[in-house]
């Protein structure tokens, strides 16, 4: 075959009307020969046999990913390639590849994988039930992951299956349910049901997550979000819904982090609608903006997420095969057209998909939780990615740690 | 039961060097003789005391085949054959025989130069073990003796390496050295029929690796390159021969191109050399019917790349130089190393592994100030980067080549003490065979089937099938009476009358009496009578007649009651049955009668 060659030479592919012809060509022309190393600092692409919808980290330089084919799936945890983590010695240091450290069999689809820190220990849930299956992730005598039981949630059957969400500390507990008014907190050793979520209302869950050791947030898929206590069995805070259209997904991320001000959530609808509010008065004024997605409508697994270390920029994809970053400072009180900060379009654009019919989406993407620009994006092709990109705001000069 | 035995050979756990030892079919065949080179005593040669104690080689092995020439794989290759002592043919593919050679006596000079060892092979040495050497071609078979035969198949990975099909009567074994299933610049995929072998022997050590891409590796190498260049700087990326050389370069030129950059970039003038006579063996053994991808062009006829002159190393300004040697252990590579060093600005990139001993392996190792000839230390502030582009099987490659071949058994050869249960589990459910994964010094035993094909008489089979009944099949073979034939390579099932007639024998015919003694005050009659009901009650479902001559038959057994002489109430009873065992062990554990004592004697016919 001939010789392919393509690099991500350019920033921003949109030319607006308010550029003038020659200085549209000097950008342009810059553009392709800017150096090509500007854009990341370290990009490394694998294929995995079998895609995954899941990405979760069990511990600072390993994660878990799982396949969603309909009948058997294997399990398997990565650790991270030495020479992404070496700081010091990395030119000294060749290895770059993804380690298969521990590996297991599951009988159907992984639909959410959660990691209960402090344990070998992992939930999974399989997207056809509320049903959950209980993992031990394997140590150093063995590589392999084995089923060590389950945890059976309330229905029998369930269109997206439940969201998993672990105690960030305590012993291993795990919040599950498929629809808020499912919501219950088990205990892993026992099983027992430590705490129930009273509330009537059926509404499907699209997130649920700890923002404390017992608080916790649970959006909806209509885009009402829940806020309560695993302490007390006081009705949950409601913030009800930015939008009264009926065929609008929500997704919701809090923020987590020391600072008050992270306190943060954030929710982006299936139109591309973001809102950001206070996690201590969700229904008041925040900020919002229109986000610049492909495809909007047209997406099933979207993911939005806070940056662990970098204030104010959160990360969203599944509407098409680009994971892009904001920085919600930019964005006012009321919606106005945001730009992306960055775009990964690797998925895109060396998509191994043999189906042309339906496009390569973003499945799932992570940041690494101490590293302030690493994230792992995954698609349906199979494809992972770990990215380490450069701030374009902050360059000229060698690119910055 | 026929067996295969395998053991991988050498003492440590470490991952490194490939010795693997097949008995099959009564032939003891080695696979690849390496080195491991993290040792420096006895431990970096694989360990040929468990074929015997003392003495040559040459009567406990049929061959040994070399799967490509890494110096893991034939590093131990002279010491074996020369200094342990082997006379027996070793086996290679051509651009292997034509490379080993000189990776050996470059690693042979750096061990005894360098490391000033003395017992070690010597140049002579490799000289000699070369000599044994038979060449192999791709998909040719190659009848070692009357009975084994060895066929070599394209690995991809580096330039000759080859895996191997070896076949002694029904019995094979398929070991596949280091390969690729992904094609790359130069070289293609490996590829294999499905030949269906006893065992697949493939090493694992990267089997639970999942591989970055080479866009990303190459990328790496650009951006570094690039950033070098644009500072200023020279970059020295010091190569063996051609092969990864040529893709560097390849990739180098597009690169330039794209970019319109300006700086020059050169190939020292040894390199040319040896690219020519690499070049002709490429072409030969690219020929061969390989599926492959590999760029079409005259090896020289690059627009930015030149031929180096030495002088050109003072040169101001940014440039790019391929040198040999590729550890920066003499020659070109290190004079222009110790050139550039001083200066922060410029770049080595080492694109593969180096000895210990060697500069190369002294960088790559962080060490920033360097002792030279004569005392004088070179201070090392040029930026060292390790870049590795070589290509190994991952996971998912070795489930490919399982794919293809379609093994009946599995083997994994890896030297580190680590379990890969979960690879083991995946093959083992993916396609129902078992894995086995020895340890070095290990034996695994595996017990093959052979189909052994023999031609059965037309009646034979219609007399078998009247007796109805299931059709036999694999897992419930059946049973049948025959005689077996062999006349010269072939083999006849034929009934025993017909194997009579062929061989002009007459049939005689066996019978066996004994003679049971019982009290019983009835007579004769009443006696064989009783005899007769009782065993009609208890042999349900065998023919049992009462005959108006005084005899019970029993199928074939005919018993006969009479008195004896001395004492009217002794019972004799006469039994005499033909060569049928079956029936008569059944006869005699129903044969208790209630209320009597027996005395059996038996008496020989």
């Known amino acids: ?401 | 039961m026929p067996e295969i035995k395998v053991t991988p050979l050498g003492a440590g756990q470490d991952v490194g060097r490939s010795c693997i030892l097949v008995s099959i079919g009564g032939k003891n065949i080695m696979l690849d003789c390496g080195m491991h080179m993290g040792y420096n005593d006895d431990r970096r040669f694989p360990d040929f005391s468990y074929i015997t104690q003392n003495g040559r080689l040459t009567d406990f092995l049929d061959c040994l085949i070399i799967s490509h020439f890494h110096l893991d794989h034939c590093g131990a290759l002279p010491y074996m054959s020369e200094m342990v002592g082997y006379d027996g043919p070793i086996y290679m593919t051509h651009p292997t025989k034509a490379i080993c050679p000189i990776l050996l006596e470059d690693f042979r000079k750096i061990t005894v130069d360098k490391k000033g060892e003395t017992n070690f092979f010597t140049s002579q040495m490799i000289k000699d073990c070369m000599k044994k050497v038979i060449p192999l071609n791709l998909h040719q078979t190659v009848q070692v003796d009357d009975e084994l035969e060895i066929k070599a198949y394209y690995a991809g990975h580096v330039l000759g390496a080859a895996m191997v099909h070896i076949k002694v009567g029904s019995e094979s074994v398929v070991y596949t050295g280091d390969y690729n299933m992904t094609p790359d610049r130069h070289l293609g995929a490996a590829w294999i029929d499905k030949c269906r072998p006893d065992i697949l022997i493939s090493e694992s050590t990267y089997a639970t690796t999942i591989r970055d891409s080479k866009r990303c590796r190459e990328r790496d190498f650009l951006k570094k390159v690039h950033e070098s260049i644009e500072r200023g700087g020279k970059v020295l990326i010091p190569v063996f021969a051609l092969g990864r050389a040529q893709e560097l370069c390849i990739l180098l030129e597009t690169f330039w191109e794209r970019m319109n950059l300006k700086a020059p970039i050169y190939f020292s003038t040894g390199l040319t050399e040896k690219a020519n006579h690499y070049y002709k063996l490429f072409i030969t053994w690219t020929n061969q019917k390989i599926r492959k991808t590999f760029v079409q062009r005259n090896m020289f006829e690059f627009k930015h790349i030149k031929a180096f002159d030495r002088s050109y190393a003072d040169n101001p300004g940014p440039m790019v130089v391929f040198a040999t040697p590729g550890m920066l252990h003499a020659g070109q590579s290190l004079q222009i190393f110790k050139k550039w060093a001083g200066n922060e600005k410029n770049m080595v990139i080492m694109p593969g592994y180096c000895v210990q001993g060697t500069i190369g392996h002294k960088i790559l190792n962080g060490q920033r100030k360097l002792e030279m000839e004569g005392r004088a230390t070179l201070d090392v502030k040029l930026q060292v980067e390790y870049m590795s582009f070589s290509a190994h099987a991952d996971a998912k490659g070795i489930m490919q080549l399982i794919r293809m071949a379609e093994p009946r058994n599995m083997l994994l050869v890896h030297g580190e003490a680590v379990k890969m249960e979960f690879l083991k589990g995946k093959i083992e459910q993916e396609f129902s065979i078992d894995c086995y994964m020895p340890a070095n010094g290990e034996t695994t035993t595996v017990t093959t089937n052979p189909s052994v094909p023999v031609d059965i008489s037309l009646n034979l089979l219609k007399r078998e099938m009247a007796l109805g009944g299931p059709l036999p099949d694999p897992k419930k073979p059946r049973t049948m009476h025959g005689t077996l034939i062999m006349k010269e390579n072939s083999l006849k099932l034929v009934s025993s009358e017909q194997a009579l007639k062929e061989l002009g024998l007459n049939e005689h015919q066996l019978r066996f009496t004994c003679h049971v003694q019982l009290q019983d005050p009835h007579s004769d009659a009443d006696t064989l009578h009783r005899i007769y009901t009782h065993l009609k009650s208890v042999l349900k479902g065998y023919t049992i007649q009462h005959l108006p001559d005084g005899t019970v038959i029993v199928e074939s057994i005919v018993i006969k009651v009479s008195s004896s002489a001395e004492d009217s109430n002794t019972k004799v009873l006469l039994l005499s049955w033909s060569y049928q065992v079956k029936t008569w062990t059944l006869f005699l554990e129903a044969a208790a009668l209630p209320g009597v004592t027996t005395k059996l004697s038996s008496r020989h016919p």
């Open chain 1, 1 to 401: 075959g001939g010789l392919t060659f393509t690099f991500d030479c350019s920033a921003q592919n949109h030319v607006t009307s308010k550029l003038s012809f020659t200085v549209f060509y000097v950008k342009l022309y810059t553009e392709i020969h800017k150096p090509f190393s500007f854009r990341y600092k370290d990009l490394h692409v694998y294929q995995l046999e079998h895609p995954t919808q899941v990405l979760e980290w069990t511990s600072g330089n390993s994660v878990c990913v799982a396949g969603y084919s309909q009948s058997k799936n294997e399990i398997l945890e990565l650790r991270l390639p030495l020479k992404l983590l070496a700081d010091e010695n990395k030119s000294l240091c060749a290895e770059r590849d993804f380690k298969v450290s521990h590996g297991g069999f599951t009988d159907g689809p992984v639909r959410c994988l959660t990691h209960i820190p402090g344990t070998r220990c992992a939930v999974t849930n399989d997207g056809l039930s509320s049903d959950l299956q209980v993992w031990d992730l394997g140590g150093e005598e063995s590589d392999v992951i084995r089923r060590t039981g389950s945890i059976k949630g309330k229905r029998s059957a369930s269109e997206r299956g439940s969201r998993i969400a672990a105690r960030p500390s305590s012993a291993p507990q795990v919040l599950h349910g498929a629809q808020i008014s499912d919501v219950q907190l088990t205990e892993l050793a026992s099983g027992e049901t430590l705490y129930k979520l009273e509330t009537d209302s059926a509404d499907p869950l699209s997130s649920l997550q700890f923002v404390s050791d017992t608080v916790f947030l649970a959006g909806c898929c209509n885009g009402s979000v829940y806020v309560a206590d695993t302490r007390t069995s006081a009705p949950p805070q409601l913030s009800h819904s930015p939008s009264s259209a009926e065929s609008v997904i929500w997704w919701t991320d809090a923020a987590a982090g020391p600072h008050p001000s992270s306190r943060r959530v954030i929710r982006v609808s299936s139109s591309g609608q973001a809102v950001v509010s206070d996690l201590r008065n969700l229904g008041g004024a925040g900020c919002q903006a229109q986000l610049d997605v492909q495809t909007p409508g047209r997406c099933s697994q979207v993911k939005v997420s806070w940056a662990p270390t970098l204030d104010d920029c959160i990360s969203v994809s599944g509407f098409s095969g680009v994971v892009q970053i904001y920085n919600t400072r930019l964005w006012g009180a009321e919606p106005q057209e945001a730009r992306p900060l960055f775009e990964h379009r690797g998925h895109a654009v060396s998509s191994q998909q043999t189906d042309d019919s339906v496009p390569t989406f973003v499945t799932s993407h992570i940041w690494h939780p101490e590293r302030p620009r690493t994230l792992l994006s995954a698609a349906s092709d199979g494809s992972v990615h770990v990215w380490d990109w450069v701030d374009p705001n902050r360059q000229g000069g060698s690119p910055t740690p």
